[in-house]
């Protein structure tokens, strides 16, 4: 069995969770780990989107990256299958 701990919210988002809940007809323990997930998933993007941002401000850098993607390219027309 999984462990658990308290959370404390505040009532205007309990109130909500649990309004969600029912509306989902999901228990708001799921609800909370599936938002979560969705959470982590938007902080990994928006960090990658901004080390792209980044390495495209650096000419060099960003011309490496270009040379390397077009090198994996040619991976692809190979003739070799998985």
Do not use: C, H
Not at 7 to 36: C, F, H
């Amino acid at each position: 069995m999984n462990k658990t701990t308290t959370v404390r919210v505040d009532i205007e988002t309990y109130e909500g969770l649990k309004k969600l809940s029912q509306q989902l007809n999901q228990p708001m323990q799921k609800i909370i780990q599936e938002a979560l997930a969705e959470y982590k998933r938007k902080v990994i993007l928006s960090a990658t989107a901004e080390a792209f941002a980044a390495l495209k401000e650096n000419n060099k850098l960003w011309q490496e990256e270009i040379e390397e993607r077009q090198l994996w390219e040619n991976t692809l027309q190979d003739g070799i299958e998985k």
